[in-house]
């Protein structure tokens, strides 16, 4: 938990501003304009385990803008996969569709996290020097089953 508050504004790649806001307390922000979308940062708890709070906030920050620069790639994901299960299936139940909103959302997750690491890959490991591995191999592993799992109920 953080007790200052960290706000940054960027320019995206696509000309919107986007913030991202870390602290006072729990819950992050992030989002464009007015259009803050105040979160529980479960997936940050998970990968910055263990990590020094300059380290944490930084990685933290750096993932919060990765989902707003991927927001556009995120939305033609959403139609494509929305689009192979409705032409693929004869009926997309309720359940159906909170899985898929699930999978969609942890892709989401790791394509972010696949930007934090590429954003600078000798900080990133940096960070985590004398880490132990296990709260983010436990992450890549969930995230990777729940995308295929999702991806398996669309092809079938
Ligand atoms: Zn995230």
Redesign the pocket.
Known sequence: MNNKKILLTKKMWYGINASVIIGPGFLHRAGHGIFLLPHPPI??CILRYGLRENDRNKLSVI?EFA?LKTTPFAIVYTFLVFFVAYTNNNYVGWRMVLFLILSIHTAW?ML?EGVTILDDSHRYMASYEGIPILPRACFWTITSFIVIEGWYFVLL
Do not use: A, G, K, P
């Open positions: 997936v940050d993932h989902h997750e972010s």
